[in-house]
């Protein structure tokens, strides 16, 4: 298990980390997992043995159940809190009216306050911004996240699903004023889903801001179990392409790219999926989530998967973006800027 830097931070979390919505099972979040308090402890065990040290909840899983067993999954285990980084967010909704969701100040420090009497803890590790707010001003959102910071509350911010003009806006708020910046994003990337390449990975990488992966696996359709028409295993639940969205023909090309280099390393097309991921650059994490010891265990072992060069080239190859303006433009435009050898005198 590899520790990488968190951001602009001193802060190492391991290369997977534990998500935890499957924990729980209560109103929409049934059909995402019904895991119990111990199943949770036996996945939370198996993880931190394996050296996962990162752990990614939400206020909106399971209408709060999930943080509740998450903490509750420490404390049963014995694990010391300074062990582990606890990351959590905030943004949907948690209550009635108009009020109860979004990013306001105020809904914010309602938030914090709740995630952290369900979590039984003191502070947060990472907490952040689980939406963009189209209502809120930017500096608004800042600012509640500064004071929380100062107050001791939490100790890094980030965002998730957020576009990267707004991260730099609110990058360019924070430094202004000398607030906490967001050290990470939580964002969507797969091998069938390279879109966050276009901007967002050239904006983490110029402003050192650190990438947490979620359905690192397109909602279970890069294990390879499912047909074009969406249909698994038996006792699987039906994918209906819609979330997370993706390209068919391409994922499908993805797959097919995937298997023959499982059947070489011996592996299952999730961990060639996963593996794909450890090996770019930009990423920081990847969340895993499991129902199982078993899947967890098949996702850990990416981690051991070493692609080769020849490999990633043709994995590369098949998951291409079609170019995009105004990329094609820039990339046309470079091609006479690049660092050239210059001798006056010949």
Not at 21 to 29: A, C
Not at 169 to 191: D, H, M, N, P, V
Request: some cysteine.
């Amino acid at each position: 298990m590899r520790y990488l830097e968190l951001g602009r931070t001193g802060l190492f979390v391991s290369e997977l980390c534990l998500g935890t919505m499957t924990f729980g099972g209560r109103g929409y979040w049934t059909a995402i997992g019904q895991l119990d308090q111990g199943v949770a402890d036996s996945l939370v065990r198996r993880a931190v043995d394996a050296g996962i040290n990162f752990v990614d909840t939400a206020d909106v899983y399971s209408e709060g159940l999930s943080e509740e067993i998450t903490g509750r999954a420490l404390r049963n285990l014995g694990i010391e809190r300074s062990q582990v980084v606890l990351a959590t967010k905030v943004y949907g909704k948690v209550g009635p009216g108009p009020n109860g969701r979004g990013a306001s100040r105020g809904h914010i420090m309602d938030g914090v306050k709740a995630s952290l009497k369900r979590l039984g803890t003191d502070y947060i590790d990472l907490y952040q911004i689980h939406g963009l707010d189209k209502v809120t001003p930017v500096d608004e959102i800042v600012r509640a996240l500064e004071d929380l910071t100062r107050a001791g509350l939490v100790r890094y911010v980030g965002c998730s699903n957020w576009p990267a003009w707004q991260i730099m806006k609110a990058l360019g708020i924070a430094e202004r004023f000398g607030w906490s910046r967001f050290q990470s994003l939580q964002a969507y990337y797969t091998i069938a889903g390279r879109d966050l390449e276009r901007e967002l990975v050239l904006l983490l990488a110029d402003q050192k801001v650190g990438l947490m992966v979620w359905s690192p696996l397109a909602g279970g359709l890069l294990t390879g179990k499912y047909d074009r028409d969406g249909q698994g295993p038996t006792g699987a639940r039906r994918l209906d392409f819609d979330f997370p969205p993706v390209d068919r023909p391409r994922a499908f090309e993805c797959i097919d790219a995937m298997r023959p280099i499982a059947e070489a390393h011996g592996v299952s097309i999730a961990q060639v999926a996963l593996s794909w991921l450890l090996h770019q650059e930009q990423v920081t994490t990847v969340i895993i989530g499991a129902k199982s010891v078993e899947q967890l265990d098949d996702n850990l072992a990416a981690t051991r998967l070493r692609l080769s060069e020849a490999e990633l080239s043709r994995l590369n190859a098949v998951s291409a973006l079609p170019p995009e303006y105004p990329g094609w433009m820039i990339e046309r435009q470079s091609r006479d800027r690049r660092p050239v050898d210059f001798n006056p005198g010949s």
